[in-house]
């Protein structure tokens, strides 16, 4: 017995907290996979917000603004862990594999904003003198 509860319904409880978790996940994953193939086909800019968790992680959450069924919309795209550096070549090195790996073209971004400002996303040595680079390399214009 743990808690005046016998071992059957503390291992009920234990499934049903498990079948829940991947219920939760799956619908995130649907969520994504939805808002990935919308950004394959639409123009929209990126938000960037680097940030430190309470342990002192810092992270860069990505969103997206774009127009949808008439309207604007901002999602959240992804968040993942600034391991090293956070430089802007790292961290358009995280966007560009993200849109790579959902094969969403980077053409499609028309600008980015940063909390930096231009310091990291700059034409001259930031996040946009990459993306531009790419583009032109791809025959886009990338402005």
């Not at 503390?10 to 919308?38: C, W």
């Not at 090195?93 to 996303?121: F, H, R, W």
């Amino acid at each position: 017995m743990v808690l005046g509860k016998d071992d059957k319904d503390v291992k009920d409880l234990l499934r049903s907290n498990i079948s829940i978790s991947r219920r939760i996940e799956e619908r995130s994953e649907d969520i994504e996979m939805q808002l990935v193939e919308k950004l394959k086909t639409r123009k929209f800019l990126v938000p960037l917000d680097e940030s430190a968790l309470r342990d002192s992680e810092a992270v860069l959450i990505t969103y997206v603004k774009c127009v949808d069924k008439g309207d604007f919309a901002e999602e959240m795209l992804f968040c993942k862990s600034l391991e090293s550096t956070t430089s802007s070549k790292h961290i358009y090195n995280i966007l560009k594999t993200y849109l790579n790996a959902n094969n969403i073209p980077m053409k499609n971004i028309t600008s980015c904003v940063e909390d930096e400002g231009p310091i990291m996303m700059g034409k001259k040595n930031g996040c946009l003198k990459s993306k531009n680079a790419l583009c032109h390399s791809q025959g886009n214009s990338g402005s």
